[in-house]
């Protein structure tokens, strides 16, 4: 038996081999790697641009730390007040912008210099007053014209904790806020501890106005946003906040509901009298109603302006409240003639110009 399977064996073992060396079938033998590692291929150029210029514009605003050592900031930084800061911005002609109210009173704490490469930042002694938004950018400039370079700015919101100081303080304890249909309206009661839970309180009725997160939410870097602003929400506001401890109250809001037309300015002219004596004295005014935030600038043209004649101009503004909520701001421009005489007979110009476009109104007054 042993010999007859040798046998066996040794008459089919050709067919294998011959059956093993068959030709190979397009794509046969081919093993697929599991798991290995494959060098990435080179990304197209225009790929490779847009990660570059996202990376300089996350890395362009570093924080310096101790013992030299460097620190990429995320969009908000939590730091306790009376702590000083530096940051550096990468570039040879940087521009920066902080809190305005570090501005308005010159404050010797900030420091601001310009190096070869880069541009230094110290902020010292900070207070619950210096949270906001630090940010800085490259300027590229060709003569006297520059401009922002897009893909070279840095930006992080800073909050300076302060539980004594829950409400970023403000140097007045009364604020107005104007309700434009066409725009959100913001409450600006922000706060120093991001964690801090904050509402909004109507003073009269006495009532907590919610928050639903759609119409009206709460921002910790603006304060509260009322997206639709309507008459209803007109009235005296004030912001409550709690983070362990005894809550605090912000300052009072007084909230203005504004519905003026947009465009030129809505001029009229009026003249004391159309007919003057010699001797008189004559008053020519220019009147703008428009919206309570909107500036006005008035230019005057009058008959005897060529010749030097003297003339005194006048210009002011208040607010008004036309009933049913609605708030407007009558400004106004005088012009007065004294010793009216022969020369001032003729044509008052009024040119009324905001950011909308301007108005030209005139009147004549005769001898």
């Known amino acids: 038996w042993v010999l007859l399977s040798l046998l066996l064996l040794q008459e089919a073992l050709p067919h294998v081999i011959a059956k093993s060396k068959r030709p190979k079938e397009p794509g046969e033998n081919k093993i697929k790697p599991v798991n290995k590692k494959v060098k990435p291929k080179t990304p197209k150029m ?39 800061i530096e940051l550096r911005c990468k570039g040879s002609n940087v521009t920066w912008n902080y809190p305005s109210y570090l501005d308005t009173f010159k404050d010797s704490r900030l420091s601001i210099k310009q190096l070869d490469r880069y541009s230094q930042l110290i902020l010292a002694n900070s207070t619950a007053a210096d949270t906001g938004e630090y940010s800085c950018w490259l300027q590229l400039c060709n003569g006297n014209k520059c401009r922002k370079d897009e893909t070279k700015t840095g930006s992080t919101y800073i909050f300076f904790t302060d539980k004594e100081e829950l409400f970023v303080p403000t140097p007045s304890y009364f604020e107005i806020v104007y309700l434009n249909p066409d725009k959100p309206a913001v409450i600006p009661c922000r706060v120093t501890t991001p964690s801090a839970k904050v509402t909004l309180h109507r003073e009269f009725p006495a009532e907590e106005i919610e928050t639903d997160g759609t119409d009206i939410i709460y921002d910790a870097k603006k304060g509260f946003v009322f997206q639709h602003p309507t008459s209803d929400h007109k009235g005296i506001v004030y912001c409550k906040a709690e983070s362990q401890g005894a809550p ?41 109603l428009g919206e309570p935030d909107v500036d006005v600038n008035f230019r005057w043209q009058y008959p005897g302006q060529e010749s030097g004649r003297p003339v005194i101009t006048q210009n002011f503004w208040r607010l008004i409240n036309r009933g049913i909520g609605h708030t407007t701001r009558i400004s106004k421009s005088v012009l007065l003639v004294e010793d009216f005489e022969d020369i001032d007979v003729g044509n008052y110009v009024c040119i009324a110009q905001n950011l909308q476009g301007e108005t030209t109104v005139a009147t004549k007054v005769e001898l």
């Open 248 to 288: 605090q109250i912000s300052i009072k809001y007084h909230l203005l509901y504004v519905e003026v037309p947009k465009g030129p300015p809505s001029t009229t002219i009026a003249v004391s009298s159309s007919r003057a004596g010699l001797g008189d004295r004559v008053h020519v005014i220019c009147t703008v």
């Open 46 to 84: 225009k790929e490779r641009e847009s990660v570059d210029s996202s990376l300089k514009s996350q890395s362009i605003l570093t924080q310096v730390m101790d013992k030299g050592n460097f620190q990429k900031l995320a969009a908000t930084l939590s730091l306790a007040a009376g702590q000083s």
